[in-house]
C-alpha cells in the first residue's frame, strides 16, 4: 500500500543525519572528530567523574603557550614569574609557576571536576610576588568552551581582545587516565604453548676393552751338533 504524501515520514535534517553518522561509528568502534563536550554528553559518554545532573560535565582544562608583559622590573634581566588560573563556578585550579620568563609553556592540565556547561570560563595569568599582591598579566573570558571541539586549541586574548598581543593557549581535553576505546569483534591473541625442551639422552661412553698382552714364546734352542 502506497502511502500519501502527508503520510510519508520525513527526512532527517543534515545535523540528525551528521549525528546519526556520529553515533554508528561509535558503536563501530570508530573515532568521531571534532568531538564537543555538549555532543560528548548527549551521546551518554562521560570521561573521569559522573556528574550528578545532565547540564554538567567532568571539566579538564589544559594550558599551553602563552605571552605576558614584564612586571618584574626589580633588576636588569628580570621577566615575569607567570602562573595560570582557571575559574569556573567557584572552583579555582592553578598552575605551577614559571619563573622569568615572558613566553612560558606550561603544557600542564587542571581539572575542575564537575561544572555547568552554561558557566564562562575566566583565565588568568599572574605573576608571583612574595612581597605584594600577584600582579594581573593576561585576564580572557570563554563563554562557549561546552561547543568546542575536544583537543582543539583555543587562543584566549588579554580582555578578550582579539589585536591584543597578549594571549594564552587552552583546550578542553579528557582527563589524563582516560577509559580505553573498546575494540569491536576483537580476537583474543592465541595462547602460546611453550615447545617442551627435548629431553637429553646420553650417550653412553664407549667400553675400553683392554688389549691383551702378547703371549712371548719362547725361541727353540739350536741343535746340538753331535
Not at 580505553?180 to 629431553?199: G, I, K, L, R, Y
Amino acid at each position: 500500500m502506497r502511502m500519501s504524501a502527508e503520510a510519508r515520514p520525513t527526512m532527517p535534517i543534515n545535523s540528525d543525519r551528521a549525528a546519526g553518522r556520529s553515533a554508528r561509528r561509535r558503536r563501530r568502534g570508530v573515532p568521531v572528530m571534532n568531538m564537543t563536550v555538549a555532543t560528548i554528553a548527549a551521546a551518554g559518554a562521560s570521561f573521569g567523574l559522573a556528574c550528578s545532573s545532565s547540564s554538567q560535565t567532568d571539566l579538564t582544562v589544559w594550558v599551553g603557550h602563552a605571552r605576558v608583559p614584564n612586571k618584574d622590573w626589580a633588576s636588569i634581566g628580570d621577566k615575569s614569574d607567570a602562573y595560570a588560573k582557571i575559574m569556573i563556578d567557584d572552583v579555582h585550579k592553578k598552575s605551577e609557576t614559571i619563573y622569568n620568563n615572558n613566553h612560558p609553556t606550561f603544557d600542564t592540565r587542571l581539572h575542575l571536576g564537575c561544572v555547568y556547561k552554561t558557566s564562562t570560563m575566566q583565565v588568568e595569568l599572574r605573576d608571583l610576588d612574595s612581597l605584594s599582591t600577584d600582579d594581573l598579566l593576561v585576564i580572557a573570558h570563554w563563554a562557549d568552551w561546552a561547543d568546542f571541539p575536544m583537543e582543539q586549541t583555543k587562543r584566549l586574548h588579554n580582555n578578550d581582545d582579539a589585536t591584543d598581543n597578549y594571549y594564552v593557549d587552552v583546550k578542553i581535553t579528557s582527563p589524563t587516565t582516560s577509559p580505553p576505546t573498546p575494540q569491536p569483534n576483537a580476537v583474543p591473541p592465541p595462547t602460546a604453548h611453550p615447545h617442551p625442551s627435548p629431553t637429553a639422552h646420553p650417550h653412553p661412553s664407549p667400553t675400553h676393552q683392554p688389549h691383551p698382552s702378547p703371549t712371548h714364546q719362547p725361541h727353540p734352542s739350536p741343535p746340538t751338533h753331535q
